[in-house]
């Protein structure tokens, strides 16, 4: 098990480009595999999460080569079957391939079992499960099939209309694939809109995907005929917003920072972080420079400012959902006390992460509180070296990293090989902006 020792820093400066996003370098190949002919991705994230969907789709018949590094070719299976997998689909850490490929296993005619690790197999799945069931899919699983491992015979399915009980993009895209090949219009509604990739791709592929938000209780509606031919594309994936928000905290907190953050994804759905700031008086300058697969990409530069404390809640969560961990390491140089609520899903992730930050940040100083759904955190307070743990969860041992960044003397973060999950090359990207 690796460590990191990370010392007290000055600045973070230079230009940058984060690692492809890793939510749309999921979906690049499943809907590449679900397409007709040719799908090139280019700025593929290859991160041990990516890889597990990777996996699965070549377990599942389709040819998935990688050409050169970050360029990846699939070549889609149109309308044929899928082959019916000879062993169990492991989808490891990643909540994203067991929800996203759930759906796509349980369109098909064919048994398929699937599991992950420790940390997954503990991670809530009846969300995928129960609407699946009500299309019409044989699911059985652990807990009353509310666990990994799942057995799916799939195929035969309706399109129903489901109203999701939380904002969760992975709930609507596992529905919406499902929905792909099953007969008659799927409707997924949430009750505040999600990231919106997997509709955004989808219209890419050339499907037909209506979204709108209700005049109610700004209800989110997105429906799709099922039946609809898939076309592959060439596509260029953008930079994370998830992986750029560790360094955008970096920057605005260390004194002599100057960082120039370029191609970078800035999917309204994604970026809550910066409404977040805004609220608190941090406007960073970004500009759009283009499009990509369907998605916006900003350069943006980011300069150290004082920032106030934060109110974070409602349908903002969903928005900045994976930013939590590091939005709580800057509330803790933040002028007044930080209330973030309406969180619950963090208790969910791949750590309870209201739990596991609150435990680690205190172990440096911190002063916060963990709330049933959410934190409170109040600064500013100095931080200091402390020898703290991952839990296994790559955004608490990012997260942590970033605080040790700022705090007097040593860090020592314990198992930290978790970060291959979403961002591998962080420890390079450290070496590369830190100036001590
Ligand atoms: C993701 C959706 C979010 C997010 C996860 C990636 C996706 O999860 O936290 O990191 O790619 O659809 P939920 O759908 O559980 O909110």
């Not at 399109?159 to 792909?180: D, E, H, N, R």
């Not at 592929?205 to 039946?227: K, P, Q, W």
Request: charged share 20%; with cysteine; hydrophobic share 40%.
């Amino acid at each position: 098990m690796a460590d990191w020792v990370i010392r007290r820093a000055r600045a973070v400066r230079g230009r940058w480009t984060p690692p492809g996003d890793k939510s749309i370098s999921h979906r690049a190949v499943i809907l590449g595999m679900l397409a007709q002919g040719r799908t090139e991705i280019r700025g593929f994230l290859e991160s041990d999460d990516c890889l597990r969907t990777v996996a699965i789709a070549r377990q599942l018949g389709a040819t998935v080569e990688r050409t050169a590094e970050g360029v990846w070719v699939v070549e889609g299976l149109g309308g044929r079957d899928f082959q019916e997998p000879n062993d169990v689909l492991d989808a490891g850490n990643s909540g994203t391939t067991a929800r996203l490929m759930a759906g796509v296993l349980a369109s098909a005619p064919i048994f398929s079992v699937l599991t992950g690790d420790e940390s997954l197999r503990r991670r809530p799945m009846r969300r995928v499960v129960e609407p699946l069931q009500r299309m019409g899919a044989h699911i059985d699983g652990r807990q009353n099939s509310s666990r990994l491992p799942l057995a799916i015979r799939g195929g035969d399915l309706r399109a129903i209309t489901y109203q999701t009980p939380v904002a969760s993009a992975q709930v609507k895209s596992c529905v919406l694939l499902a929905g792909l090949r099953a007969c008659g219009v799927t409707e997924v509604i949430e009750p505040t809109l999600s990231r919106d990739h997997t509709e955004r791709m989808l219209a890419a592929f050339g499907a037909t995907i209506e979204s709108a938000i209700g005049n109610h209780h700004n209800l989110h509606r997105v429906r799709l005929r099922g039946g609809q031919t898939l076309t592959g594309v060439a596509l260029s994936v953008p930079g994370d917003f998830s992986s750029a928000a560790f360094w955008i905290a970096a920057a605005l907190m260390l004194p002599q920072s100057d960082l120039i953050i370029e191609g970078v994804g800035v999917n309204p759905t994604r970026t809550g972080m910066l409404e977040a700031l805004a609220g608190a008086g941090v406007h960073l300058r970004w500009e759009q420079v283009g499009e990509s697969a369907g998605e916006p990409v900003a350069t943006l530069r980011v300069q150290p400012q004082p920032l106030q404390a934060m109110r974070i809640g409602g349908d903002l969560i969903p928005r900045l959902i994976d930013e939590i961990p590091i939005l709580a390491v800057l509330a803790t140089q933040a002028y007044g006390i930080t209330e973030i609520c309406d969180a619950s899903e963090l208790r969910v992730k791949e750590s309870d992460r209201l739990a596991t930050i609150t435990e680690e940040l205190r172990k440096m100083g911190a002063r916060i509180e963990c709330l049933p759904d959410g934190l409170r955190i109040e600064g500013p307070t100095p931080l200091h070296g402390a020898h703290v743990q991952s839990h296994g969860d790559h955004r608490i041992a990012m997260a942590l990293a970033i605080a040790g960044l700022i705090a007097e003397g040593e860090t020592r973060i314990e198992s930290v090989e978790c970060v291959q999950t979403s961002f591998p090359d962080f420890e390079r990207t450290l070496s590369e902006l830190v100036v001590y």
